[in-house]
């Protein structure tokens, strides 16, 4: 059992030391993001993927992610409204090679999120990843559906009511 | 009765208690709610500032405000001819002055109910936001002498050219030039010819001073010299319609 144990850790101490030489993955927020990010601002985050390993890296794919850390709403994000650089892939990094990245984030919803950026390659069986950045997003009041629909709906359906009520009177005195 | 509220009330019936004055209500009321559901269903729009929404609301009621206030004052003197009852109500008991009145307050009272049809919009998409009050005071301050002034300028040339496509023909074409600061953004103005435009165009005053007042949350004083200016376009048309009305086109 005791030899089990210390085989495991020698692999994954393995493992480690592998990803940690071969990729390095380094995540920067740009300078001119806003200091205080709120609703509907941009950020932008800067990657930089090296290659340390001594073999090239093909078939790299470099993806983003994006977690919301609120308290009580922890939860991956769904990158859909918030960015439409969502990864790059397919690009092939001989050893010492580096590849930079803007990706680009709109702020859809207050609250705390974290980003992180993770890449993997072809033929590697790990995902590395960047540290992570952490950052608060501050409501910005903006309109609301639930007061812009009975508006825009209703004006005109009352309005509509009124004209057929008109020709309904029409008919009735023309008729007697 | 006297004669000038015997022509509002035709007027404002015209208006409120006639199917067409009724469709011309929906038309205006179908921009309104166009607009405002093209907010909440594009996620660009829907992140933008309420204020922003509301100064584009308030600049969205002041145009259509102003094209109805159009094709009602393109029908005031050519429709009656068209009609045939121009040289009735000329040869009637009642003054140009007082037919310019009565038709005046008619057009009025169709803008107040267009600005009242446009007040729960403005709630929709600003409450909860900044300077909602402001906006629905200065779209009253503003709104009113630039659209009564479209309305008394196509009355002008409705009495004058006595032909009701005519007069909206070039009602719609003043209109849509004064109204193109709608479409091209303040940072576009900032050419000198730009700026020569907006210092003379009673639309850019009105949409300027909602920008300056919804948005940067500027005092009235600093809004005097859009207020004169609009004021001047009210007084201007008003003027043009009186002389147009004397000796309108009835043959």
């Given at each position: 059992?005791?030899?089990i144990?210390?085989?495991l850790?020698l692999?994954?101490?393995?493992?480690g030391s592998?990803?940690?030489s071969s990729v390095?993955?380094h995540?920067t927020?740009?300078?001119?993001?806003?200091?205080?990010?709120t609703?509907g601002d941009?950020?932008?985050?800067?990657?930089?993927i090296q290659?340390?390993?001594?073999?090239p890296i093909?078939g790299?794919?470099?993806?983003i992610?994006?977690?919301?850390?609120?308290?009580g709403?922890?939860?991956?994000?769904?990158l859909?409204?918030w960015s439409?650089?969502?990864?790059?892939?397919?690009?092939?990094?001989?050893?010492g090679?580096?590849?930079e990245t803007?990706w680009?984030?709109r702020?859809?919803q207050?609250?705390?999120?974290?980003?992180?950026?993770s890449?993997?390659?072809r033929?590697a069986?790990t995902?590395?990843?960047?540290?992570?950045l952490?950052f608060h997003?501050?409501l910005k009041p903006?309109?609301?559906?639930?007061r812009?629909?009975p508006?825009?709906?209703?004006?005109?359906?009352l309005?509509?009511m009124l004209l057929?009520l008109?020709?309904?009177?029409?008919?009735?005195?023309?008729?007697? | 009765?006297?004669p000038v509220?015997l022509?509002?009330?035709?007027e404002?019936?015209?208006?409120?208690?006639?199917q067409r004055?009724?469709?011309w209500l929906?038309?205006?009321t179908g921009?309104l709610?166009a607009?405002?559901?093209?907010?909440?269903?594009?996620?660009?729009?829907?992140l933008l500032d309420n204020?922003?929404v509301?100064?584009m609301?308030?600049?969205?009621?002041?145009?259509?405000?102003?094209?109805i206030a159009?094709?009602?004052?393109?029908d005031t003197?050519?429709?009656?001819?068209e009609r045939?009852?121009?040289?009735?109500l000329?040869?009637a008991?009642?003054?140009?002055t007082?037919?310019?009145?009565?038709?005046a307050i008619?057009?009025?009272?169709?803008?107040l109910?267009?600005?009242?049809l446009?007040?729960?919009?403005?709630?929709?998409?600003?409450?909860?936001g900044?300077?909602?009050?402001?906006a629905i005071?200065y779209?009253?301050?503003?709104?009113?002498?630039?659209?009564?002034?479209?309305?008394?300028?196509t009355?002008a040339?409705s009495?004058?050219s006595g032909?009701?496509?005519s007069a909206?023909?070039t009602?719609?074409?003043?209109?849509l030039?004064?109204?193109?600061p709608?479409l091209?953004?303040?940072?576009?103005r900032?050419?000198?010819i730009?700026?020569i435009i907006?210092?003379?165009?009673?639309?850019?005053?009105?949409l300027n001073?909602y920008?300056?007042?919804?948005?940067?949350?500027?005092?009235?004083?600093?809004q005097?010299s859009?207020l004169?200016?609009?004021?001047?376009w009210l007084?201007?048309t008003?003027?043009?319609a009186?002389?147009?009305s004397k000796?309108?086109?009835?043959?």
């Open positions: 059992m005791k030899l144990s210390v085989g850790w692999l994954l101490l393995f493992a592998v990803s940690a390095d993955l995540l927020p740009s300078a001119n993001n806003p200091e205080h990010p609703m941009w950020m932008h985050f800067n990657s930089v290659n340390s390993g001594v073999t093909d790299l794919v470099a993806w992610s994006l977690i919301e850390v609120t308290p709403k922890e939860q991956p994000m769904d859909e409204d439409a650089h969502k990864a790059v892939t397919g690009t092939q990094l001989p050893p090679a580096t590849l803007d680009p984030v702020l859809i207050n609250g705390d999120y974290r980003v992180v950026i890449a993997t390659d033929n069986h995902v590395f990843t960047s540290p992570t952490q997003v501050t903006v309109i609301s559906s639930s812009i629909l508006i825009a709906l209703g004006i005109p359906l309005l509509i057929i008109q020709r309904f009177r029409g008919h009735s005195r023309t008729s007697h | 009765m006297s509220s022509i509002m009330r035709k404002h019936s015209a208006l409120l208690q006639n004055g009724l469709a929906l038309a205006y921009i709610s607009f405002a559901l093209l907010l909440i269903s594009n996620r660009e729009l829907s204020a922003q509301v100064y609301m308030a600049g969205t009621v002041t145009a259509a405000g102003a094209l159009v094709v009602m004052g393109a003197y050519a429709g009656e001819r045939g009852t121009l040289v009735p000329l040869t008991p009642i003054t140009p007082q037919l310019l009145a009565g038709k008619g057009l009025a009272s169709a803008w109910a267009m600005y009242l446009a007040l729960p919009y403005l709630w929709a998409v600003g409450a909860g900044q300077n909602l009050a402001q005071a779209l009253a301050l503003f709104g009113t002498p630039v659209v009564l002034g479209f309305g008394y300028l009355m040339l009495a004058r032909s009701v496509l909206l023909l009602g719609l074409i003043v209109l030039f004064a109204a193109s709608l091209i953004g303040p940072g576009l900032h050419s000198l730009g700026k907006d210092s003379v165009n009673p639309f850019s005053g009105a001073t920008d300056a007042v919804i948005i940067d949350s500027e005092p009235l004083s600093a005097l859009r004169l200016l609009v004021l001047v007084g201007l008003y003027i043009l009186r002389l147009a000796q309108p086109a009835f043959q």
